[in-house]
Nanobody
């Protein structure tokens, strides 16, 4: 059973924008927290942005001021609006449910296939 589906990736030039979407299947969507991660070649997967079930958002330093995470409860979808993209943003982007621990947000569900974002200079 597919738990989530990411979409919206693509190829853009520096300064361009993309809007990623992640549709969840879980009935518990509205009471869960969600996050977007990314993984560049040869790099560890890192948290880009998270949105708690209460609506509070947090961003990695590289995403602040450029990316916006949002959620549509009726559609069980989480979006990541990415503006002013840079070549360093090139990565596969993944979404997941997240949970808070003493070490910060950690992924709490199954990973999807991800969506590729490529930013050229």
């Amino acid at each position: 059973q597919v738990q989530l589906v990411e979409s919206g990736g693509g190829s853009v030039q520096t300064g361009g924008s993309l809007r990623l979407s992640c549709e969840f299947a879980a009935r518990e969507f509205i009471v869960s927290s969600h996050g977007w991660y990314r993984q560049a070649p040869g790099q560890d997967r890192e948290l880009v942005a998270g949105i708690a079930y209460g609506g509070h958002t947090n961003y990695a330093d590289f995403a602040k001021g450029r990316f916006i995470i949002s959620r549509d409860g009726a559609k069980k979808t989480v979006h990541l609006q990415m503006n002013d993209l840079r070549p360093s943003d090139t990565a596969v982007y993944y979404c997941n449910t997240i949970r808070w621990t003493i070490n910060g947000w950690v992924p709490a569900g199954s990973w999807g296939q991800g969506t590729q974002v490529t930013v050229s200079s």
